[in-house]
């Protein structure tokens, strides 16, 4: 079985500042990892995704994270924010095998407040 | 644009009465999920299909149901036995190529209350 931990339930920061989004995975399996972030009323949209290859993952919006095999953790981070990034991101793990239709883990989410 | 579409975006729901809330997608993905958001619980999932005519009950099936008769759509059922089933539903697609490297796409979401 597979488990997402987010550390950080709220997250606030002010405009221009760097920020880092905490996770942590616990699986028997390999995983594939992705972040996605959500807007108030809204689905959600994928911010980058890791699937093998280098540890540091680009994605939209300026973000990037960092696969860390031997904590088992995915840590997303943006060096400078605006306001727009006020949002919730979650992290999520997908397993290797086809256990049970290859169903999606999600984090319980990290809520990111930029302060002006 | 190939997308989700889920409707009504709000619903309200009578004691006793059983909703449906519709998502279609024309992404010509195989797989279809609809998952159920409270605060500060993530999402978990209800019910799944990888196929037409074929799906799976997730976590918290109970109370819920859904079918699988086209490919573009997956609706959900809140049954009048669901207790408690004010939350935002998000209805989730996924292409079948390499199943568990592709991330999953969503809809905008149902928020459904109770009267």
């Known amino acids: 079985a597979q488990s997402v931990t987010q550390l950080d339930s709220q997250v606030p920061v002010f405009e221009e500042a760097p920020v880092e989004l905490r996770c942590n995975y616990s699986?028997?399996?390999?995983?594939?990892l992705f972040w996605y972030v959500q807007y108030p009323n809204q689905g959600l949209q994928l911010l980058l995704k890791?699937?093998?290859?280098?540890?540091l993952v680009k994605g939209i919006n300026g973000f990037e994270a960092e696969f860390n095999k031997s904590q088992t953790s995915f840590h997303l981070r943006k060096p400078s924010v605006h306001i727009s990034d006020t949002a919730e991101y979650f992290c999520a793990v997908t397993p290797y095998e086809n256990t049970g239709g290859f169903k999606t883990i999600f984090g319980a989410g990290t809520r990111l407040f930029v302060k002006a | 644009d190939g997308g989700i579409t889920q409707s009504p975006k709000y619903l309200f729901r009578k004691e006793g009465q059983n909703v449906t809330l519709s998502c279609e997608q024309n992404?010509?993905?195989?797989?279809m999920y609809w998952y159920r958001q409270d605060p500060g619980q993530g999402l978990r999932l209800i019910y799944y299909?990888?196929?037409?005519?074929?799906?799976q009950k997730g976590d918290i099936a109970e109370g819920y149901s859904v079918s699988r008769e086209k490919k573009e759509s997956f609706p959900l059922t809140v049954t009048s036995a669901q207790k408690n089933p004010t939350a935002f539903y998000l209805c989730a697609s996924r292409s079948s190529g390499a199943y568990y490297n592709q991330p999953q796409h969503f809809g905008d979401g149902t928020r459904l209350s109770i009267l």
């Open positions: 299909s990888q196929i037409v005519n074929d799906f």
């Open positions: 699986s028997s399996v390999s995983v594939y």
């Open positions: 992404l010509n993905h195989d797989a």
């Open positions: 890791y699937l093998s290859g280098s540890t």
